[in-house]
């Protein structure tokens, strides 16, 4: 294959189009539900992106659909392509969505004869354009992977029916997400404080250098053998920040965290 076709033609999208375009790939196709203006038809124009007002046209013009839409969306928008789907089709999402709701999808497309992958972006596309890390599977993941490699698509087919690299990019995301978060409320409150630098300072001295893997192996078993000590400790933090009025959601969430260890709720590591 050397053209496709994006359902969905945001930032992540047209980064992906971009960077296949200068590799010497073919003709990207593509649908929104808004006909593209301003800045952003302009931009289309530079990639050569060729727009489809309809779901019929945009399956009639590759045979490899890549849905790339909200999370939300992603349902909505394979029941709307089905009846345009045949065999010849592979209809990739990746789309950040729950794994039930990949399976659901997976099941729509099976019914049309078409192949199916589940395929989770695991980084910033606007960084890595069409050589962002992604993980994929599902009967069509080898398809997809076949397809796209040669124009430096990184893909890496796992085991799994489909919504299994949904779960694995969802899980990511919760350490990922809870990172910038944790960030945020500790720096926005060490500002309050006029103690940024030594909080700061004080973290790059922890975890400057260290292995994430190296990491995980001494913080969760410590987090569950001294929760007790450091339920009191994110406690006295918690009423800290909220005597101030100071966000302290994330203080709440790790405190109710540790209380579930202390109480039984994982085992001590042996």
């Known amino acids: 294959m050397n053209h496709c076709a994006f359902i969905g033609f945001g930032s ?4 992906m ?11 990207v196709f593509f649908h929104t539900r808004n006909f593209p203006s301003g800045r952003y038809a302009r931009r289309i124009k530079s990639i050569g992106a060729v727009y489809r007002p309809d779901y019929a046209s945009l399956a009639a013009s590759s045979n490899l659909i890549i849905s790339c839409v909200p999370g939300i969306a992603a ?39 078409a192949t199916f992958a589940d395929a989770a972006i695991m980084g910033p596309v606007e960084s890595y354009r069409h050589q962002v890390p992604i993980i994929a599977c599902g009967d069509g993941a080898g398809l997809f992977r076949a397809a796209m490699a040669p124009f430096g698509m990184d893909i890496s087919v796992i085991e799994g029916g489909p919504g299994q ?29 006029g103690v ?7 973290l790059c001295g922890t975890f400057d250098g260290v292995p994430l893997r190296v990491m995980a192996e001494r913080m969760v078993p410590k ?8 339920t009191n400790e994110m406690m006295e933090a ?8 100071l966000p302290a959601l994330m203080a709440e969430a790790c405190t109710r965290s540790l209380a579930y260890c202390r109480d039984g709720g994982l085992p001590e590591p042996e």
């Open 12 to 15: 992540a999208a047209s980064a």
């Open 17 to 27: 189009a971009e960077g296949l375009r200068e590799s010497g790939f073919g003709t």
């Open 75 to 113: 349902r909505v928008v394979a029941e709307s392509a089905v009846p345009y789907l045949r065999e010849q089709h592979l209809y990739v999402d990746a789309n950040t969505a729950a794994p039930d709701v990949k399976r659901d999808i997976a099941a729509l497309i099976k019914i049309t004869g």
């Open 165 to 193: 690299a949904a779960r694995i990019k969802l899980l990511r995301s919760v350490f990922q997400k809870g990172v910038m978060c944790l960030l945020m409320e500790t720096l926005g409150a060490a500002h309050r404080y």
């Open 196 to 202: 940024d630098s030594a909080v700061l300072d004080s």
């Open 223 to 230: 987090a569950i053998s001294k929760a007790g000590r450091m």
């Open 238 to 245: 918690y009423t800290m920040l909220t005597g101030e009025r």
